[in-house]
């Protein structure tokens, strides 16, 4: 159980050539009914006036009453390695991650705020948000819409099933995410393959209980501006290059797997509730369906059909849309 007193709270931004949306986002951190304790902004070498912009932005913070820790990368180190260094300098037991592109709805920080002081159990909350365009206009469609994230999911993520629904498939957004400050000591270093907000929120899962508000609390910028370092990934493939093959998409999901296995059989907790044997379970599927499609399509259909009646398909899978994929895919 986690102390519910004196919760501390700390933003951690990290930045690269974000000039063109990062004073709006700056601004919604100011405009919070209840502001952060602490705001730590990590730039990542940018090249534009995104330092210029940070650095003023700290000394109106400073004004408001806020602790701001403000540091430059002399070296770009993307966008994951970036976050990791800039959250364990957070110093606070409340930590909301922040995104440079995105808008804070005012009552953000106070409603997350408000959960965790109510549950000293809950480890990791994250909610919905609104998509809009460059200019925050609404695009008429949520984070989890485009997810397609279904109330059945959601409820078994309230259930304390979190742990299942994130082995599938991730459903948590960075910008979303607030934690304990307890996971970081689990959670660093993040896992070989995996991006900062998957690895957190399962780790989050294996260890903890979390949780998910079903509202925006943030509006989700999506546009075209993407930079090296910090790229906005695409809703549907979250974490998952487009470019990739699937042999090369398995081939990442059997390494993410096989980093977190290990990573959670250091952990008790994850350990005495079976996780490192669940994740195992997912490596196995995750390798058959590497080297099914090497096989000719006729006879991969015994193999197949007997993996889809272990189930492991719909725990893992998008279902009887994968099983269809691995039958009919080309030799």
């Not at 299942?164 to 607030?178: E, F, P």
């Not at 899962?205 to 509006?219: L, N």
């Not at 509730?273 to 006879?299: C, G, S, W, Y």
Request: hydrophobic share 40%; with cysteine; charged share 30%.
């Amino acid at each position: 159980m986690h102390n519910i007193h004196e919760l501390t709270t700390s933003v951690v931004l990290c930045t690269y050539n974000g000039e063109r949306y990062l004073q709006q986002q700056l601004d919604s951190l100011l405009a919070q009914s209840r502001l952060p304790g602490k705001i730590v902004a990590m730039d990542d070498g940018s090249t534009d006036r995104t330092w210029e912009i940070l650095r003023a932005f700290a000394e109106q913070a400073r004004g408001r009453g806020i602790t701001v820790e403000a540091q430059r990368n002399p070296n770009n180190m993307g966008y994951v390695r970036n976050f990791e260094r800039a959250l364990q300098r957070a110093g606070t037991n409340l930590i909301f991650v922040c995104d440079q592109d995105d808008v804070w709805r005012p009552d953000k920080l106070a409603v997350m705020y408000e959960r965790f002081t109510a549950d000293p159990d809950l480890l990791m909350l994250h909610s919905d948000a609104r998509l809009v365009d460059a200019h925050l206009g609404d695009l008429g469609c949520s984070l989890f819409d485009a997810l397609e994230l279904g109330p059945d999911e959601l409820q078994r993520v309230h259930d304390g099933y979190g742990f299942d629904v994130l082995l599938r498939r991730c459903i948590v957004t960075g910008a979303t995410m607030a934690f304990r400050s307890d996971l970081l000591a689990c959670a660093v270093p993040f896992g070989d393959g995996w991006i900062h907000d998957e690895w957190l929120a399962i780790v989050a899962s294996a260890i903890g209980k979390i949780d998910v508000v079903e509202r925006p609390m943030i509006d989700y910028r999506q546009h075209d501006a993407n930079q090296r370092g910090m790229s906005r990934r695409t809703l549907d493939v979250k974490v998952r290059e487009i470019a990739l093959s699937r042999a090369e998409l398995l081939c990442n999901d059997a390494r993410r797997m096989e980093s977190l296995r290990q990573r959670l059989r250091l952990l008790p907790v994850a350990v005495a509730k079976n996780f490192p044997a669940r994740v195992q379970d997912k490596l196995e599927h995750t390798r058959f369906r590497m080297h099914i499609t090497d096989t000719a399509r006729i006879k991969r259909i015994s193999p197949v059909l007997k993996e889809a009646a272990s189930g492991r398909y719909r725990l893992y899978g998008a279902g009887i849309r994968s099983v269809l994929r691995d039958l009919l895919r080309g030799d």
